[in-house]
């Protein structure tokens, strides 16, 4: 209820797409699924910066920091209302609206090398003809898929081995195949809202999480945990969302500045999430200096990668005969970006 009313009061705002009046300045909300200071932080303040420039005085970016609108899933259902312009939503917490998109959460499909992964997700093959229409089909807009960093296993003990996760009660977030990637492992998945994550770390309900080293830092999980575990298993991957039916009514100045702006992000988002994932790794080191730090081997690698390959077939199954298309386009992707930069 509480959030309905959140809904009819953000609405009520001047935000449509018709021109402001001479003289005034039209509002548009943009709604991230992390704090100030994190990597979506960044790109919304970025966006401001030169949206505001690009328009000046016809349009101003308020940013909902999370926190401010409720959970992921309630900020991509308030874009979908047109209450709120512009939000990122993570696959992560997508699952149950576009299931195709659950092959970022797979694991050991992407390449090793970030830049391979960038240049994946905003190829014409994957971004264009892969997701946008299946988020058109749902009613929002696809404007971009960028990268946030490795994901990163936060334990109270080391993890080397599948073995290690038997019975561990591992948060994740609520798209349903995030159950299986980690069921895959032994582990107890439970899926939780990222408000929540600290407080189930400190209260003992969860062992377990995982995030990309600078969520790990601004969300201080570090002050409750023992270990981080690097596996190099995937990408945290977020996309940005609009609604159609507000981006079409615009006038085509500022729809070019929309597409301009976020054509240019891209480049500037994935130095930002490069240099905070590096930044606050040493600054959780230098705070707790007793965090242990695993870089799983290439071999213990392999083991996870051989345990995680079933869940590509609970992939194909959750999302039907695409599924296995989408899949293979997107490994054959990476591949060939691999061979090509
Ligand atoms: O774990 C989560 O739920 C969140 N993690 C990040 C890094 N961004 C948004 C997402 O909701």
Redo the contacts with the bound molecule.
């Keep these: 209820m509480a959030w309905l009313c959140l809904f009819t009061a953000l609405a009520s705002c001047n935000s449509s797409g018709r021109p402001a009046p001479a003289g005034t300045t039209v509002e548009w909300k943009f709604a991230i699924?992390?704090v100030q200071g994190?990597?979506?932080d960044a790109y919304a303040q970025e966006f401001k910066r030169r949206i505001e420039e690009r328009l000046r005085g016809r349009v101003g970016v308020t940013i909902y920091p999370?926190g401010t609108l409720g959970t992921?899933e309630q900020i991509t259902e308030l874009v979908h209302l047109g209450a709120v312009q512009f939000a990122?939503a993570?696959p992560?917490?997508l699952g149950r609206l576009i299931p195709e998109i659950q092959l970022f959460l797979l694991h050991f499909v992407f390449s090793d090398d970030n830049e391979v992964n960038k240049a994946v997700l905003g190829s014409d093959e994957v971004f264009a003809r892969g997701f946008a229409r299946l988020y058109e089909e749902k009613g929002l807009r696809l404007l971009s898929l960028y990268p946030?960093g490795w994901q990163v296993w936060t334990t109270r003990k080391p993890i080397r081995t599948p073995a290690d996760f038997a019975g561990l009660k591992m948060r994740v977030?609520t798209s349903p195949l995030l159950i299986e990637a980690y069921r895959a492992y032994g582990a107890n998945p439970t899926p939780l809202?990222?408000g929540e994550?600290y407080g189930a770390l400190q209260l003992g309900m969860i062992d377990a999480?995982?995030?990309?080293v600078?969520?790990i830092e601004e969300m201080n999980f570090y002050e409750v945990t023992d270990y981080l575990i690097f596996p190099k298993h995937a990408q945290?991957v977020?996309s940005v969302v609009t609604n159609p039916r507000f981006l079409d009514a615009l006038p085509p100045a500022e729809r070019r500045a929309v597409a301009e702006t976020v054509a240019e992000l891209n480049d500037y988002i994935f130095e930002v999430q490069a240099e905070y994932n590096a930044a606050r790794l040493a600054k959780m080191r230098s705070r707790k200096p007793d965090l242990g730090v695993i870089r799983l081997t290439a071999e213990e690698r392999e083991a996870f990668r051989v345990a995680s390959l079933p869940v590509r077939k609970e992939y194909v199954e959750l999302v039907g005969p695409s599924g296995r298309e989408i899949l293979d386009m997107f490994l054959a992707s990476v591949r060939r970006a691999e061979s090509s930069l």
């Design positions: 699924e992390e994190s990597v979506q999370y992921s990122m993570s992560g917490h946030e977030m809202p990222y994550v999480q995982v995030n990309p600078f969520a945290f977020t």
